[in-house]
Every structure is written in C-alpha cells, then in structure tokens.
C-alpha cells in the first residue's frame, strides 16, 4: 500500500472533487468469477448469496477444480459453471464461462477469491463514475479469526462472526510506524493487492489482481475509496480453517505467520458489512 500512497491519495482527491455522473440511460450488469477446490456447500452458499441478493451481481460463475458443483446449488441460483482439471488459476474460464445470459460490452466483470466480499458502502460508487474508467479497483483489508475450530464454527454467518479487522489509514484510523514493529510482522501486516473490476469490451487479458485493457480502451483506472467500497478479506475462517488451507495451497508459513498475528487484525470492531448496499447501475 505504502508504495502507491501519493498516487492512491491522488486519485481519491479527484474523484471527490469531480461532479462527474453515470447517464441515467446507461445500461450495464455485474458479473462475478471465482475458482473453488473442495470447498464446503456451507461456504460456498454464504458467498453466493451474498453476490446475488445484497450486492445484486446478475449472475455468478464458479470455476470448479476436479469435481463438479453440487448439482442441487447451481440449479438453486443458476449458476454459471465450468469443472476444470489444474488447480492453477486460470481465469480465461470466466470469459467462456456466463452462456444465459451472456455479457456484454458495456457490463462489468469482477473476479474474486471466496474468502472476499465487497463491503458497498455507498451503493453509486462505481455507477457515478461509470462513463469515465475501465477499471475499478478495490483495497483489500483483512479481518482476524474469533473461533479456533471450524466445529465452532458450524451454522454460523463469518460475516456476522468475523467481524474485527485491521485498522486502516485510508479509513482515518491511526497507525503508529511502530506497531508494525511490535507484531513482528516481517511483511505480513501489509495490505495486499486487491482485486478490481473491468468493463468487459475492454478486456485483453484477466489476472488476479489487475487486468489489463485492450487497445481499443482508455485504461483508466479508478482506486475506489474505501469508505465507499472496500474488499473485506477473511482470510482466517477459524485458526483451524487457516491451517487447512495453508496446507492445501502450499502456504503453510504464510498462514501460521497470519494466526500468530491475528491480535493485529483484530484491532478494530467493524461490522459494517451486515449491512452493506446493493450495487447500483442507473437501469432504467
């Protein structure tokens, strides 16, 4: 984060200073990606609905690694599927994957990993500034554990549990330059990459975090401030839940440095994504 503060701090200064507004006319959908290995039904359908009836995603596309989705959840919400056989991320998928209905030029594209939920908390805040950029990219900040095992866990929403983070400069929360020295952090305290959103007529090439834009396209970007959209991260489930997954992506050092850190991301209370707003696309 600290190494784009003067163009992200930029950026933010413009938008707030600029009267700029999405035609009423325009017509466009959201439409959301993501890739799944062994995931749990439980899980999986919190995130699901999540992007379908708070944010109002028009439609949903799951990558599944080796096995197919559950038949009986892809009918409930109509998903969009594809089964593929490398674990390896690959979103070209997400291109191919959206058939009833397909998407549009004019439509947007998210990908996201299924421990992320965009918290809206101004409903316009990419539709103002729709006509002016390509690109919507949002700050990940990541949220701490509360349970140790998933049992615990059990029938429980991770958004209603789950719900202390880390403090952010962005949200006019202070960070001593000290603390991350008190945590030992050797890195792992820093915010990460984020992911974004592209205006799908503009799409060359897809990646995890950043997309890049065909010729035809203005490539502009725009950071969305976080006090208006921010990509909540819950990259702890439960400590056990941690550990699991660290194993199963080969991330055993990152995820144990993640849990002996988890005081610092549960600095702060924060449950404002329960009540998050629908997207707003200005549809007649």
Not at 37 to 59: A, D, P, S
Not at 227 to 240: P, S
Request: proline fraction near 2%; hydrophobic fraction near 35%.
């Amino acid at each position: 984060m600290a190494n784009r503060t003067n163009t992200l701090t930029t950026l933010i200064h413009d938008v707030n200073n600029t009267n700029t507004t999405a035609s009423r006319h325009t017509h466009f959908d959201y439409y959301i990606c993501t890739q799944v290995w062994n995931e749990t039904n439980e899980h999986l359908i919190e995130w699901i609905e999540y992007q379908i009836f708070r944010l109002g995603f028009r439609n949903v596309c799951v990558i599944s690694v080796e096995e197919p989705l559950d038949k009986a959840i892809v009918t409930r919400y109509r998903l969009a599927t594809i089964t593929k056989a490398e674990r390896a991320q690959e979103w070209k998928y997400c291109l191919e994957c959206f058939t009833d209905p397909p998407m549009k030029p004019q439509d947007l594209l998210m990908l996201q990993d299924i421990d992320e939920f965009l918290n809206v908390q101004r409903s316009d805040a990419i539709a103002a500034h729709y006509d002016a950029y390509d690109l919507f990219h949002f700050t990940d900040l990541r949220y701490g554990y509360v349970y140790e095992t998933d049992k615990e866990m059990e029938n429980k929403s991770l958004l209603e549990t789950n719900v202390y983070r880390r403090a952010d400069y962005y949200l006019g929360e202070y960070m001593h330059p000290q603390l991350t020295e008190l945590f030992e952090c050797n890195g792992s305290c820093a915010t990460t990459n984020g992911k974004e959103m592209i205006r799908v007529g503009a799409i060359e090439q897809l990646g995890t975090h950043f997309h890049t834009v065909n010729n035809r396209s203005s490539g502009k970007r725009l950071y969305i401030d976080m006090k208006d959209v921010r990509l909540n991260h819950y990259c702890m489930r439960t400590r056990e839940n941690s550990l699991t997954a660290g194993g199963k992506w080969d991330k055993n050092g990152y995820k144990q440095d993640l849990i002996r850190l988890n005081n610092f991301f549960k600095a702060v209370y924060d449950p404002s994504i329960v009540y998050a707003k629908k997207l707003s696309t200005y549809r007649n």
